[in-house]
């Protein structure tokens, strides 16, 4: 889903943190904090978030800016799909959450997995490579990437984690209400599409 006031704030973030990073002149500087700024007003204005927590979100990112990576797992069991339910919002999404620097995707997808819902897993899989700037996500700050990642259940048991309150097995036409700050409908349906073909090619956009 295309917001064009979130493009334009994540541009104008993106391009004064490269300044920031490579420009040694002083008064060149300066105009890129004014430009970090003017990026903390439109996300302010268009979203519900403080303008203290938007400066330090975008503060505290230095270098380069790439977009973000986040990982989530797609167990299938009996013809249904492992949601957790989030306490942050009391919504149901695919285990997972942001790669953590030091992990490669695999071994972030494992230990997520293992800590929202108990299950010990090995991937299998890459079912998807996703853009969330192209799905109806929320409006986010940052630019993420997401990777669907199936796996396979060889141990463990259902059991919520510090950041989760719930744990099931949800069938595609009978989906609870979802995060969809982390997944939408239509994406957890296409992941269903690989349960029924499990020779489909990864889908990427």
């Excluded at 704030?9 to 890129?32: M, N, P, V, W």
């Excluded at 192209?134 to 409006?139: A, M, R, S």
Aim: hydrophobic letters at 35%; charged letters at 30%; proline letters at 5%.
């Amino acid at each position: 889903m295309s917001y064009k006031w979130l493009e334009w704030a994540k541009r104008i973030q993106s391009l004064s943190q490269a300044g920031l990073a490579f420009s040694k002149d002083a008064y060149d500087i300066e105009r890129y904090e004014e430009l970090r700024d003017l990026s903390a007003e439109i996300m302010e204005d268009y979203t519900e978030l403080e303008m203290e927590k938007v400066k330090n979100l975008f503060t505290n990112e230095t270098g380069y800016q790439t977009p973000k990576m986040d990982v989530r797992g797609v167990i299938f069991q009996d013809n249904k799909i492992l949601l957790v339910k989030e306490k942050i919002d009391d919504r149901w999404s695919l285990p997972g959450g942001f790669c953590e620097i030091g992990l490669s995707p695999a071994e972030n997808i494992v230990k997520e997995i293992k800590e929202e819902s108990g299950f010990n897993v090995i991937p299998t899989k890459v079912l998807a490579v996703l853009d969330k700037n192209k799905h109806p996500h929320p409006p986010d700050p940052y630019h993420y990437y997401k990777i669907f990642i199936q796996c396979e259940v060889i141990g463990g048991q259902a059991e919520a984690g510090i950041e989760t309150k719930g744990v099931n097995f949800h069938s595609e036409n009978n989906l609870p209400r979802l995060s969809v700050s982390r997944n939408t409908e239509s994406q957890v349906k296409l992941l269903f599409e690989f349960l029924r073909n499990p020779n489909k090619d990864t889908i990427f956009d």
